[in-house]
């Protein structure tokens, strides 16, 4: 795409002013995707789960459990995350895709008839871009909702409609409230009891709760399974690495076995696509359980940073501060832990660090 938005542009005599302009139309039809998503949430009855303003680092975020607004230091991107919470849940997604992709096809006429050359040339390949449909670990194209999603059959259109009663589950972890959680999976798990959303949110529910071991056993039993689509997989091998991670800073797994396991899991992670940025955290515990608090303090930072959620970001910075308790930095530990506790107070990594730096 790049490369046939620069044969153009410069074929059409538009030059370096040109090429500048095709950047900023492709950032604009990304934003008019976002923008888009939210005109659909309104239109359809999803809820947001996270507005991102910009990239790099976190300067300013407005939290609740179930929201998170961040404002990053490069004011470049903006992205939406937005969920199903009522039936029928496919129905809803695809719908929000259309009026995602509508309000984007939008933008890109309205730039070939009032906005310069470049802009337009930019905008109109971003927008060919994103609605090829492509789904894999690492990211799935807004065409995927509207023109893959209606097709899909089996197991796949079954975890789609499952979403709202699993976000039930999701909700109650969220917001701490541990015995609704386990209300709420026994009712998804009698309705569903074979799809991976429901494993899914059994593992949420037991890592809540400090259980990593049989949170691993869960996954371990998934592993299994014929019916994995390689993006399943990547994503089951990231938890794996995660829990495995936790487990042994808990004390429940032996260390040296752990440590390899887990490093084994997030290769197989990162080899079947997803994304080592988006693996920073699960990173930063193992170098915590290997002894290397820098390297903990740099890979947690980075991934409080990039979280999208409260539960992430305070996850994340509870390894920032026992990073720092390790090196001996007590009070930068705490600043950390401050923020963190705010988050997620009860959350098993962040009470147990409270714990520990108030013995030190």
Known sequence: MTVVVIAVVLATGHGVTGLLGALGG????????QVGILLGVLLWGLRVRYVVFGAGRELHAWSTPRLRISLRSLPVVVRVGARATRTPARRRLWATGVTSALTAAGFAAFAWFQLPFGLAVGATACLAHELWPRRSAATTSPGWFVFALPRLSGRPAAEME??????????????????????????????????????????????????????????SGLMGREDLENRDRAFLMATMAGVTASAAEAGQLPTEVAVGAATRALDGAIGLGLPRLRLAGTEAQLALVRGDAAEAVRLGRESADRAEDALSRADSLATVARGLMAGGDNAGARTALAEATELAAWLPRVSGTAARLNIS
């Not at 492709?26 to 995707?33: A, D, I, P, Q, R």
């Not at 009663?165 to 386990?182: C, E, H």
């Open 26 to 33: 492709l950032l604009l039809e990304l934003v008019s995707f």
């Open 162 to 219: 499952a979403t709202p009663l699993v976000n039930v589950v999701l909700d109650a972890v969220r917001t701490g409230d541990l015995a609704a959680a386990d209300t709420a999976l026994a009712a998804a798990e009698a309705a569903h009891p074979s799809l991976l959303m429901t494993s899914s949110a059994r593992i949420a529910v037991l890592t809540a709760t400090g259980r990593y071991v049989e949170a691993l056993q869960v996954v």
